[in-house]
């Protein structure tokens, strides 16, 4: 990935899998480093170096990983994902309350929205309910189970 970044400089995919890759390593600094220049190649390639995006952070990254076009059914998807959490990307979230009815987490500032809702979903799956979102802030989310 590194050779291959040297001879494509404006192109910002291969720092995910880099950072994937080291978080399969247990190698979180450079896994971080990946992150912080994915950022900003994207942002300059994108749109220039005066622009900021939300979506050159660690915790977006992330939700980037969904568009990507992988393969193996998901596999590759779930692998990329598990390394970049052993990375320190994407810490579950927190559980500030817990009934049958519904669920309230925290969202960490690394972490994806997609996590929350998977966290929704397990959580109401174990009482035989579907969870939908009622209320959400950028920190907090706030699920319903029927």
């Known amino acids: 990935m590194l050779k291959y ?3 494509h ?10 950072a994937a890759a080291y978080g399969h390593l247990g190698r979180e600094q450079e896994a971080k480093s990946a992150v912080e220049t994915y950022g ?10 005066d622009y900021y995006s939300e979506y050159s952070t660690g915790a977006n990254l992330l939700e980037q990983v969904s568009i990507y076009r992988l393969k193996d059914g998901g596999v590759e998807e779930q692998r990329l994902r598990e390394g ?3 990375a ?3 810490p579950p979230p927190e559980v500030m309350e817990a009934s049958p009815q519904g669920i309230t987490l925290n969202r960490p500032a690394r972490s ?7 966290a929704a979903d397990e959580h109401c799956g174990k009482h035989g309910r579907k969870s939908h979102l009622m209320h959400s802030s950028p920190a907090r989310y706030v699920f319903g189970c029927q």
């Open 40 to 49: 900003h190649v994207r942002t300059v390639v994108l749109a220039g170096p």
């Open 88 to 90: 320190g990307f994407d």
């Open 5 to 7: 970044s040297k001879s």
């Open 112 to 118: 994806a929205i997609a996590r929350l809702y998977q």
């Open 9 to 18: 400089p404006d192109d910002y995919f291969p720092f995910v899998y880099l």
């Open 84 to 86: 970049l959490r052993k």
